[in-house]
């Protein structure tokens, strides 16, 4: 299999479990604490953003400019726009060695999905949980869609 599609399929369930994590919250989910030196979601999701785009920044070969982003909301809408993003760059990709893309999988792709599996936490923490989800029997997660 073609290591774009393992790497836009990745990309795909990031979207799909990240919109799961967050979809329907409580007004204050994003400023929820769970304690000294734990990011607050808000937090937590805008750290995803950014190494999102710096994973697309680094492929593209440009230098990596952190963004700041205010409001729940906002930063949401920037999680999708940096994700298409680097989907359409890794899509085009032509000129990629394999320990560069193990690297990605291995590293900010990786910590991503993770910090996906702390929102999740934080939420049930939060006293919001949400049902589980039998994700060998989800249709939802195709390559591209990332409009939830």
Same mark, same amino acid.
């Given at each position: 299999?073609? !290591?774009?599609?393992?790497?836009? @399929? @990745? ?14 919250? %409580?007004?204050? !989910?994003? $400023?929820?604490?769970?304690? %000294? =030196? ?8 805008? @750290? ?15 230098? !990596? ?16 726009? %940096? ?16 320990? %560069?893309?193990?690297?990605? $999988? ?8 993770? @910090?996906? =599996? ?13 049902? =589980? ?16």
């Amino acid at each position: 299999m073609d !290591y774009k599609i393992i790497l836009r @399929h @990745h990309l795909a369930t990031l979207a799909f479990r990240t919109n799961y994590a967050i979809k329907d919250a %409580q007004d204050n !989910y994003s $400023y929820f604490s769970a304690g %000294q =030196g734990v990011r607050p979601p808000g937090e937590m999701l805008l @750290h995803v953003v950014q190494m999102i785009k710096a994973t697309d920044d680094n492929l593209n070969g440009n230098t !990596y400019i952190k963004i700041e982003i205010d409001g729940w909301e906002n930063i949401i809408s920037e999680f999708y726009i %940096q994700l298409n993003k680097l989907d359409n760059t890794i899509k085009n990709l032509t000129d990629v060695d394999e320990d %560069q893309i193990l690297k990605l $999988y291995q590293g900010p792709l990786s910590d991503a999905m993770t @910090h996906v =599996g702390q929102l999740m936490t934080l939420r049930r923490m939060s006293c919001d949980a949400l049902d =589980g989800m039998n994700f060998y029997k989800e249709d939802s997660i195709k390559i591209g869609k990332f409009d939830f």
